[in-house]
């Protein structure tokens, strides 16, 4: 039994789904596995649209999406028709989309530990965060201590 | 001697530089380099462009380059002018170019692992890849036995 | 006591800002941290713009960002507009902007390696980089070799 921890600092469909696939795959073999979220991965985790403290917070708020299915593609994208294509292709060729790899993690035991700072900067609350069982907010002391503790580390 | 591996998920003309820069580096001085290649990564490989099944797929490998020659800069790309100018500076100040590099990883060694999923999902064939002495076609559990018997991993 | 090495591959305001958090924090709980710049990243330590050997070195080095102010954000850049008012956001919020974690970083003694290769690709002398403490150039073995002697290694 071995450990792996990913820092999802991306917003990015296609690079959240490298990761989730990289968690799934260790989780899967009895790893400890922990995915800390950190900025525009964040937005992997939210709920719904919310108004923020002023123009400037709230105008940050509505433009950083909410959930896998609002995310952007890193490429192709085309203005939000990128993601939806590729979920299509990966469901025809009995792939895993993200939606499906998040729900997966959150079975096979997978940590989710949600940056401190980013909550804050956005002024979000862990209300506002999809519930996984094993959930929780932690800072960048959390992410060091678990990132040297863990035989795999990589920053997405 | 030490061992190093690396997953290239970016399909990024100067992220692949820096991949193929630390590969050589570790594999001229005598480490074991493993490059994991996934998702747009795989682009890097391929040789040419070939219908998939379906009007999607087929989309999806029309707009995925072929090969070093055809990928993009990750910024100042300028349509496709960016990679070129790139080149042209390189070559003057004796540095080298991706294409070089690659070439290089080849001689020295460098085994590269393609991730079995992106080529489904593609439908793409090893046969539809450039030959490298050391190329083969992995799955996520590959990439982790070997992340984690290596000294350093690095996502790119 | 520990230690951290990151490879700053990236111009963007965000993701350094991820890397120089990071950083920050493993120095302050007494880890020895070296930050290696390469490519994009570079535009982080430049002073002013200069002009290069030619044309081409000419508009490369013009189109480089120099310094945390000119970085772009990697996503929401508003055509430069999206940085101030990340940093705005920050400042209200009680945070560190990127230009107070680079100036903690120097006072907390994280190493600073410049990548030999990029410099001379672009032209540049370690004059006309911003002055730390503890900056100096080095190449890919150099990073190899403190890559291999950390903890944790992210490529960013």
Redesign the interface.
């Given at each position: 039994m071995?450990s792996?921890s990913l820092?999802l600092?991306s917003?990015d469909y296609?690079?959240a789904?490298?990761a989730f696939?990289?968690a799934n795959?260790?989780a899967g073999?009895g790893?400890k596995v922990t995915v800390f979220f950190?900025?525009?991965g964040v937005s992997l985790l939210r709920k719904r649209k919310s108004a923020g403290k002023?123009i400037?917070?709230t105008?940050?708020k509505k433009?950083m999406p909410c959930g896998p299915a609002e995310l952007p593609l890193?490429?192709?994208n085309f203005a939000g028709l990128g993601p939806s294509?590729?979920r299509?292709?990966?469901r025809?060729?009995k792939?895993q989309t993200l939606e499906d790899l998040l729900a997966l993690a959150g079975q096979r035991g997978v940590e989710f530990v949600v940056c401190q700072?980013s909550l804050?900067?956005l002024?979000l609350t862990p209300q506002e965060l999809v519930a996984f069982p094993r959930l929780r907010v932690g800072?960048?002391?959390d992410?060091?201590r678990t990132?040297?503790g863990s035989?795999?580390?990589?920053?997405?």
């Open positions: 071995g792996l820092i600092f917003g296609d690079r789904m490298a696939t990289i795959g260790a073999a790893d950190t900025f525009w002023g400037l917070q105008a940050f433009l890193s490429r192709f294509l590729l299509r292709l990966i025809r060729e792939g700072a804050a900067l002024g800072d960048v002391h992410f060091l990132a040297k035989e795999v580390c990589l920053f997405i």
